[in-house]
């Protein structure tokens, strides 16, 4: 009996590219039955699926998703057959004037010569429907697996802001209908736990128009929460051995200049501003400022390593299309450090800040990552043998700690390699968060030195490393990660007191004052509604811990605890739940109730 051979993950992933780039086809199709004239840009395959850019001549509605995916399943069941053709450049421009696609015939202009073959353009058809495309496809349309479309989203052309605004329409293609359901159901999960409108309900955040997009306003309860992750951070970053600086917001031209980022990262920084006799650009990043501190006195070997940290407000010129709640933003807050070191000492350096990326993932309750080890990209600074050096040193450091990881090639920045940890998060989603990144580039263009045994001056190396990253975009993930429901330790309200009736206000009160001086966070919901609905408003604002009193707890000195998933721990004595919540929150616990803590 024959076996069925199971394709390997690459095999799958090739396979599933290619489908989803067939349905981006199929679609572009439907919706040109529907509106004749419309215009096409592109359609590619994404992860987990697939879209595509149109002009049309009216917006799209739900009903037209409806009807475009009934005539894509008309077009998949008659099984056209994916064809390769080729056309000489001018001819494949007339052909799209012709048909009205000036979008295409913008491409095909733009075309570099080596981006043609043999001289020629190539397109695909299926059917009586041609597109630009150098593919690859399935061999026919009915090899489309179960599909469905999934929304429309405004979209820039070529993510200019400046260029037509187009419709996109995004769709999920899979190998079976199982698939396609199982997705659906973790994408409705997702739409759940979306940061954008926890961050609403739970009224941490918001972004103003006024103020300007991608630039965050945190609410008092969103700023509890970054202060005790803050705080959590200094506290971690001093016991293990860094120093923590302020530096400004904004550095001379010349700075950037010296940096490197006006050459390479100058479409990512926001324009100058011109001061009396010079121009300032808003940071980046933090790294030309911490050196300033490095340079600010004489450096012995007997000084490193040093390690500078800061928290750090940095603002990076995002296109409008690409912002995205918290997770894509303009002005964020780095947790940006850079290590200062001997030669013999960057080995142990970066194991050092390998432990602490994982000790402090843990700490969130991140416990499954990946690691990758990003090499030389096309376009750095530097000599080639430095670069294979440090490569070898980050890969060292990622062995002696015992770290699988993956090579991504030409992943590295413009300066120098670096390591990258992507976290998984509760709907099994990947995350890059921590970046650490060798740098032998920029002590050199700032003439860093220090005074070795010998008494001659030389080279340190340096390290940058962000763990957390952009604390906003952390932060998103955080939320989404938990749906709003926060360990204790960083719950903005850790514990609501909620009165049965007014009476009972004046010992919620007291209980209150009790919580507060044990270091929790509390609220008296003083409201004159039923207790039954305070419950459920807590419950949908996630507090941990409902402590109901009524009569008989006022006159026992206890309270009736409940917790936000809706178990009941019943009467207990004051004292016995302040050790209980303080417990949990102090052992930065991801559970409501510690083992070791009685209730009775």
């Given at each position: 009996?024959?076996?069925?051979?199971?394709?390997?993950q690459?095999?799958?992933q090739?396979?599933?590219a290619?489908?989803?780039?067939?349905?981006?086809?199929v679609?572009?199709?439907?919706?040109l039955?529907?509106f004749?004239?419309?215009?096409?840009?592109?359609?590619?395959?994404?992860?987990?699926?697939?879209?595509?850019?149109?002009?049309?001549?009216?917006?799209?509605?739900?009903?037209?998703?409806?009807?475009?995916?009934?005539?894509m399943r008309?077009?998949i069941?008659?099984?056209?057959?994916?064809?390769?053709?080729?056309?000489?450049?001018?001819?494949?421009?007339?052909?799209?004037?012709?048909?009205?696609?000036?979008?295409?015939?913008?491409?095909?202009?733009?075309?570099?010569?080596?981006?043609?073959?043999?001289?020629?353009v190539s397109?695909?058809?299926?059917?009586?429907?041609?597109?630009?495309c150098?593919?690859?496809?399935?061999?026919?349309?009915?090899?489309?697996?179960?599909?469905?479309?999934?929304?429309?989203?405004?979209?820039?052309?070529?993510?200019?802001?400046?260029?037509?605004?187009?419709?996109?329409?995004?769709?999920?293609?899979?190998?079976?209908?199982e698939?396609?359901?199982?997705?659906?159901?973790?994408l409705?999960?997702?739409?759940?736990?979306d940061h954008?409108?926890?961050?609403?309900?739970?009224d941490?955040?918001?972004?103003?128009?006024?103020?300007?997009?991608?630039?965050i306003?945190?609410?008092?309860?969103?700023?509890?929460i970054r202060?005790?992750?803050?705080?959590?951070?200094?506290?971690?970053?001093?016991?293990?051995g860094?120093?923590?600086?302020?530096?400004?917001h904004?550095?001379?031209?010349?700075?950037?200049?010296?940096?490197?980022?006006?050459?390479?990262?100058?479409?990512?920084m926001?324009?100058?501003m011109?001061?009396?006799?010079q121009?300032?650009?808003?940071?980046p990043?933090?790294?030309?400022?911490?050196?300033?501190i490095?340079?600010?006195?004489l450096?012995?070997?007997r000084?490193l390593?040093l390690r500078?940290?800061?928290?750090?407000?940095v603002y990076?010129?995002?296109?409008?299309?690409?912002?995205?709640?918290?997770l894509?933003?303009?002005?964020?807050?780095?947790?940006?450090?850079?290590?200062?070191?001997?030669?013999?000492?960057?080995?142990?350096?970066?194991?050092?800040?390998?432990?602490?990326?994982?000790?402090?993932?843990?700490?969130?309750?991140?416990?499954?990552?990946?690691v990758?080890?990003?090499?030389?990209?096309?376009?750095?600074?530097?000599?080639?043998e430095?670069?294979?050096a440090?490569t070898?040193?980050?890969?060292?450091?990622?062995?002696?700690?015992?770290?699988?990881?993956?090579?991504?090639?030409?992943?590295?920045a413009?300066?120098?390699?670096?390591?990258d940890?992507?976290?998984?998060?509760?709907l099994g989603?990947?995350?890059?968060?921590?970046?650490?990144?060798?740098?032998?580039n920029?002590?050199e263009r700032?003439?860093?030195?220090?005074?070795?045994?010998?008494?001659?001056?030389?080279r340190p190396?340096?390290?940058?490393?962000a763990?957390?990253?952009?604390?906003?975009?952390?932060?998103?993930?955080?939320?989404?990660?938990?749906?709003?429901?926060f360990?204790?330790?960083?719950?903005?309200?850790?514990?609501?007191?909620?009165p049965?009736?007014?009476?009972?206000?004046?010992?919620?009160?007291?209980?209150?004052?009790?919580?507060?001086t044990?270091?929790?966070r509390?609220?008296?919901?003083?409201?004159?509604?039923?207790?039954?609905?305070?419950i459920?408003?807590?419950?949908?604002q996630?507090?941990?811990?409902?402590?109901?009193?009524?009569?008989?707890?006022?006159?026992?000195q206890?309270?009736?605890?409940?917790?936000?998933?809706?178990?009941?721990?019943?009467?207990?004595?004051?004292?016995?739940?302040?050790?209980?919540?303080?417990?949990?929150?102090?052992?930065?616990?991801?559970?409501?109730?510690?083992?070791?803590?009685?209730?009775?």
């Amino acid at each position: 009996m024959a076996q069925t051979q199971v394709p390997s993950q690459p095999e799958r992933q090739a396979f599933l590219a290619r489908m989803r780039h067939s349905a981006a086809h199929v679609m572009a199709d439907a919706v040109l039955e529907m509106f004749p004239d419309a215009q096409l840009a592109i359609g590619p395959a994404i992860e987990d699926g697939f879209y595509y850019d149109f002009k049309l001549p009216r917006p799209l509605t739900p009903d037209d998703l409806r009807e475009i995916e009934e005539r894509m399943r008309r077009i998949i069941a008659a099984d056209f057959p994916f064809i390769r053709e080729y056309m000489d450049r001018d001819e494949a421009i007339r052909f799209f004037t012709e048909r009205n696609q000036p979008f295409k015939v913008e491409i095909i202009q733009e075309l570099p010569e080596e981006g043609l073959e043999d001289g020629k353009v190539s397109i695909y058809r299926h059917g009586k429907f041609i597109d630009l495309c150098r593919g690859p496809h399935v061999e026919r349309t009915g090899q489309i697996g179960p599909f469905k479309l999934l929304s429309v989203a405004g979209a820039y052309w070529r993510g200019d802001e400046k260029r037509p605004m187009l419709q996109r329409i995004y769709g999920t293609a899979w190998p079976t209908q199982e698939e396609l359901e199982a997705y659906l159901q973790r994408l409705e999960e997702a739409q759940r736990r979306d940061h954008r409108r926890l961050g609403r309900e739970l009224d941490l955040f918001s972004v103003s128009e006024m103020v300007g997009a991608g630039l965050i306003l945190w609410h008092p309860k969103g700023a509890r929460i970054r202060t005790i992750i803050e705080d959590y951070w200094r506290q971690l970053h001093y016991e293990r051995g860094y120093e923590l600086v302020y530096t400004p917001h904004v550095g001379r031209k010349e700075l950037w200049e010296i940096s490197g980022h006006l050459d390479f990262y100058r479409e990512n920084m926001f324009p100058a501003m011109v001061g009396e006799t010079q121009e300032f650009y808003v940071k980046p990043m933090s790294c030309p400022f911490h050196i300033q501190i490095y340079k600010s006195s004489l450096r012995s070997y007997r000084d490193l390593p040093l390690r500078l940290g800061e928290i750090a407000a940095v603002y990076r010129f995002e296109r409008p299309g690409v912002l995205h709640g918290l997770l894509r933003v303009r002005g964020f807050s780095q947790d940006d450090a850079h290590i200062f070191c001997r030669p013999d000492q960057i080995e142990e350096e970066i194991v050092g800040v390998l432990d602490l990326t994982l000790e402090i993932m843990r700490t969130f309750g991140f416990h499954e990552y990946a690691v990758y080890l990003a090499t030389r990209p096309e376009k750095f600074v530097g000599d080639p043998e430095q670069w294979e050096a440090a490569t070898e040193a980050l890969r060292r450091a990622l062995e002696k700690q015992g770290m699988a990881y993956d090579l991504d090639e030409g992943g590295g920045a413009f300066y120098g390699p670096k390591i990258d940890f992507h976290i998984k998060d509760a709907l099994g989603r990947t995350w890059q968060c921590t970046t650490i990144q060798f740098d032998f580039n920029m002590p050199e263009r700032f003439d860093l030195t220090y005074v070795g045994e010998d008494g001659r001056h030389h080279r340190p190396y340096m390290v940058h490393r962000a763990i957390l990253g952009s604390l906003e975009r952390f932060l998103g993930i955080l939320i989404e990660h938990y749906a709003g429901a926060f360990p204790v330790w960083l719950a903005p309200v850790q514990v609501i007191v909620l009165p049965i009736a007014d009476r009972h206000t004046p010992y919620a009160r007291t209980v209150a004052a009790t919580l507060r001086t044990a270091g929790l966070r509390v609220q008296v919901d003083e409201r004159r509604e039923k207790v039954q609905a305070k419950i459920r408003d807590a419950q949908l604002q996630k507090i941990p811990y409902m402590l109901v009193v009524g009569d008989r707890e006022a006159a026992d000195q206890t309270v009736a605890v409940r917790l936000r998933t809706g178990e009941t721990l019943g009467p207990m004595p004051v004292e016995n739940f302040v050790r209980l919540a303080t417990t949990v929150a102090s052992q930065r616990a991801l559970t409501l109730l510690p083992e070791s803590v009685s209730t009775g």
